[in-house]
């Protein structure tokens, strides 16, 4: 399973609403998360099952979507937020991971 | 505190082999199913391999299907992944990413650089 991240860049000022999509070149279900990377650190997961936040995530991250498409939205920017997002699927083997979406500041 | 410590990177020639080594603690090690997961400088995340707590189901990406082998060890809390007939394409970070519900990672070691090159 393909999956797509739009945009690549979403360059944004804190305070503002982000909103980032992806897509899937099948349907994933539900079985789909979302992770945030910043420079020189692993991923940590934010997300899961579409719209479960992981444990300690705060309530200004929330997912949506079913099937083929997926929304993850950060309700207001704070600067840490600033980072790679990707999604993922568990559906199917292989594992796979969209190609990210950079969130920078304006 | 769950701790997942990769160790065994390093620079290795085309065709050479390296076996990284993944010290879990903070884990129930033998109910944990375990994923590879890497990352090529300056590109995205990429699954390689997963094995499961028992160890009877193992997974590969066809990337690495037939040259790379995850194993663990529940004696010492440890996840292994043997890889062989290296190409440059497979220099990265490799993480070790615990699995969580259905089939995603809540948590990931630091990385060990594998960086494969004459």
């Known amino acids: 399973i393909v999956l797509t991240q739009s945009p690549a860049t979403l360059s944004l000022s804190p305070g503002e609403r982000a909103t980032l999509s992806c897509r899937a070149s099948q349907s994933v279900s539900s079985y789909l998360a979302w992770y945030q990377q910043k420079p020189g650190q692993a991923p940590r997961l934010l997300i899961y099952d579409v719209s479960n936040r992981a444990t300690g995530i705060p309530a200004r991250f929330s997912g949506s979507g079913s099937g083929t498409d997926f929304t993850l939205t950060i309700s207001s920017l704070e600067p840490e937020d600033f980072a790679v997002y990707y999604c993922?699927?568990?559906?199917?083997?292989?594992?796979?991971f969209g190609p990210g979406t950079k969130v920078d500041i304006k | 505190e769950v701790l997942l410590v990769e160790s065994g990177g390093g620079l290795v020639q085309p065709g050479g082999s390296l076996r990284l080594s993944c010290a879990a603690s903070?884990?129930?090690?033998?109910?944990?199913?375990l994923s590879w997961v890497r990352q090529a400088p300056g590109k995205g995340l990429e699954w390689v391999s997963f094995v499961s707590g028992s160890g009877a189901s193992i997974y590969y990406a066809d990337s690495v299907k037939g040259r790379f082998t995850i194993s663990r060890d529940t004696s010492k809390n440890t996840l292994y992944l043997q890889m062989n007939s290296l190409r440059a394409e497979d220099t990265a970070v490799y993480y070790c990413a615990k699995g969580f519900q259905w089939g995603y990672f809540d948590y990931w070691g630091q990385g060990t650089l594998v960086t494969v090159s004459s």
């Open positions: 903070g884990i129930n090690f033998a109910t944990s199913g």
């Open positions: 993922q699927q568990c559906s199917n083997w292989p594992r796979t």
